[in-house]
Structure formats: C-alpha cells, structure tokens
C-alpha cells in the first residue's frame, strides 16, 4: 500500500482480474505508537493507543474504504474486484514492529509493568460487496475466509513476541462497529489476555483435579446431552428443527439440551453459563489448538455449520416483515503460544440483542465487577435457536417482543422459566 502497509488477496478459483494496480493515494506513513500496561491489581494488560482517536467514523457509503476502488474513489484496496482481502490496519491499537523490542516487557517495577505495543492489527474484508453480511456469503466464500484465518494464525503466531493471534468479528451498529461493509480483525497479541488466562488457570485445575483434559470434557458433556443416539450419525438438521419428522429424536433429545447444532465434526451449544442473552460456542469435535490444525474434513464441514449459526442468529429477532439482524461479536479462541498442549480453538459467538428492540448494556454489575447477569435462560437460549434453524420459523412472541406493560424485568419472564 501507498503507506507501506501490507495487502494480501485471497482467491478461490479464478482470481478477479485487475490485481496488479497499484495504490496510488498520497498517504503519509502513520507513526503510531501505543505501549501495554498491566494492572498490578488484576494482572490484566490493558493497550494505550492514542494515536487512534483519529481513525475513520461512520463514512458514509460511497466513502467506504473497504470497498474496492474505482476510478476517482480510491479505496483501502486497490482492485477493482476482490473476494477475501487482508490489509494492516491503518490504525492499529498494536503498532510496534514484532521482534524489535524486548520481550517480555520490563518486570524492573512491579507496579508498573509495561512495554511497546508490539503486534499487528489486520482487516479482513469478506467480501466486495457492501451490502453483505457474513451470513450472506455461500459456503466457498466462507470456506475462503477461514482458509485466510488459517494463514493469518500462521504467520502472524510465530513473530516474536507475539503471545496470541485473535480473529473476531464485531457486526451491526449496536456494537459500535465504525464501518459497515463486512470485514473482521486479527490481532496478534503481546500478551494473553484476560478470558485466555482465566480458561489457562481452569484447564490447570482440570488436569489435576481430573487428569483430563478441560475442553474435551466440555464438548463431550454437551454432545452427549442430545441423547444416547450417536451424535456423530445426527445431521444438524434432525438436531435442529421441529418438524414431525424429527419428534422421534424428543424422547431422546432433553428439552433442556443446550446443543444447538452437532455436525459430524463441529458442534455449537448454548454454554451452561452463558454470560450473553444469545450467546454459542462452537468447537471441532477433536480438539485442537488454532487453526492451523484443522484438517480438512474439519474445514469442508465448517462452511455449513457456521453459516447456519449466524443465520440463527438473524432470524432471533425477525418480526413479520421486518427483520432484525442481531449484532453480533464472533471471537476466536486460539491457544496462545506455549499453551497448546491444553487450550482448545473454539468461537464465542454471542450477541448483546436480549429482545426485537432491547439491547443487554453491561453496566454496573458486569462493567464495574466483570460479574455478569444474564436475562435469558441458556437452556431457553438454545431452544430458540434450534427453533429458527427454517427459514421463516416463527418468532415467539415471549422472545421478540415485549408484553405492553411489562417492566424491563419482566419482558424475559418467559425466558427465564
Ligand atoms: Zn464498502
């Protein structure tokens, strides 16, 4: 690029044509720089990034740089035509060159612990068109985004100082997303943040306690609740609809089943506490640490699995004609390095949509003690998205709208029975 930040095309079949076109913006090289400080109360990192207060907001459509460029609109992405494109962010919260600094940050003060920002912010555009959304591209397309995952993870894990490679997602409005056209991030990561450390202490406490491992456990307990039928011959259709059809499957299907779809290599479930009025985790069947150790019956299947989850999760809110796409956040856990052995790769998939028209804020409970108050039974959660697995499922009325007259607690009553 014009700045001398890196751009990667990634095709499937036959590449647009039109690649060679160079970035001919007048773009000045931005010197960002952003440190990590850890809290000494917490032991969490937390990234100062000044430099970011002036990135792009909300440009409007035809300013859209994700989009690809035409003549007299230049765009982030110099072709005309693309179909999965990853750049470096022009302003990254993690700036510092990987490998040029020293790792690990100075420990010389313990209540001061920091060092440079190292790492790398990328964008990874899903597609050319605008007006998609991830749920809207075809099974090739969605194949192609996790095949530029794959190789985002692999490159970017093995630069120094780079603990974790993290690729998500943040969709709709609700959720602060500054550009609309459907795009993702990867950030590779100084430190293991937070929710990674937590789930490195609790797989620990497994293994000893169990001599297991965590999240084998895990997706085991969740698969064998849809019954003593053998998961792996269930399609995700027999586990997810209501049709006649599939009332044999009741009796061995708990109502209470937080599964939401088990393929043969993938299965989705609702978590037992789940902290997210809607939220899902996905994992392969076989663990495994990033994605990178995917095989490819694991990649072939995934399309599909994915593609449904998130479709779910649009039909959640739908009211008649009017549909209500969910915002949603899709964060990829992957085992930060020197955690492989244990950490599984799994996404949490949720949203912070509770109704058609209410959204779940963290406030004073869940911003000021990270202890979170869910509205929504996990097991009613899971219901509901096995429910809208058919284009046009009926919403029920309990979960899209709210009773008139009813209080901010009690619209979820039904839910929470
Ligand atoms: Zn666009």
Request: proline residues 8%; contains cysteine.
């Amino acid at each position: 690029m014009a700045d001398g930040r890196e751009l990667i095309y990634y095709d499937r079949g036959t590449p647009p044509t039109g690649r060679a076109v160079a970035d001919l913006r007048p773009l000045d090289a931005v010197a960002p720089s952003s440190e990590v400080r850890q809290d000494p109360m917490t032991g969490a990192w937390v990234t100062v990034a000044a430099h970011r207060q002036a990135r792009t907001y909300h440009p409007p459509a035809d300013e859209c740089p994700l989009c690809p460029s035409r003549e007299g609109r230049l765009s982030e992405i110099p072709a005309g035509d693309y179909q999965v494109a990853v750049f470096e962010n022009r302003f990254p919260s993690l700036a510092g060159e990987p490998g040029t600094h020293p790792v690990p940050p100075a420990l010389d003060d313990p209540l001061h612990s920091r060092g440079p920002g190292i790492g790398r912010c990328e964008v990874v555009c899903f597609t050319a068109d605008h007006d998609a959304s991830f749920a809207d591209l075809d099974e090739d397309r969605a194949r192609l985004v996790l095949d530029a995952w794959t190789d985002r993870t692999a490159e970017l894990s093995v630069l120094p100082g780079v603990r974790q490679v993290y690729c998500f997602e943040n969709r709709g409005t609700e959720i602060g997303v500054t550009l609309a056209h459907p795009h993702g991030q990867v950030y590779a990561l100084p430190f293991v943040p937070p929710r990674t450390a937590k789930m490195i202490d609790q797989a620990a406490r497994h293994r000893a306690a169990t001599g297991r491992n965590l999240f084998d456990d895990l997706v085991a307990a969740e698969r064998a609740s849809v019954g003593s039928l053998s998961v792996g011959s269930l399609s995700t259709d027999s586990l997810s609809t209501d049709s006649p059809s599939t009332d044999s499957l009741s009796v061995e299907r708990p109502e209470d089943s937080r599964v939401v779809l088990a393929g043969e290599y993938w299965t989705a479930f609702v978590p037992f506490a789940a902290r997210w009025p809607y939220e899902v985790h996905l994992f392969p069947n076989r663990r495994v640490p990033d994605f990178t150790g995917l095989n490819e019956d694991e990649r072939a299947e995934f399309p599909r699995i994915y593609l449904d989850l998130l479709r779910r999760f649009d039909r959640l809110f739908g009211d008649g004609d009017r549909q209500v796409r969910a915002p949603y956040i899709a964060a990829w856990h992957q085992a930060p390095a020197g955690h492989e052995d244990e950490l599984a790769l799994h996404l949490e998939l949720f949203t912070v949509r509770r109704t058609a028209d209410k959204l779940k804020y963290l406030a004073g409970t869940e911003s000021g003690m990270e202890a979170f108050m869910n509205d929504v039974a996990p097991e009613f959660a899971a219901r509901r998205l096995r429910e809208v697995g058919q284009a046009g499922a009926a919403t029920p009325a309990t979960a899209s709208r709210p009773t008139p007259g009813t209080t901010d607690d009690t619209t979820d009553e039904e839910a929470q029975r």
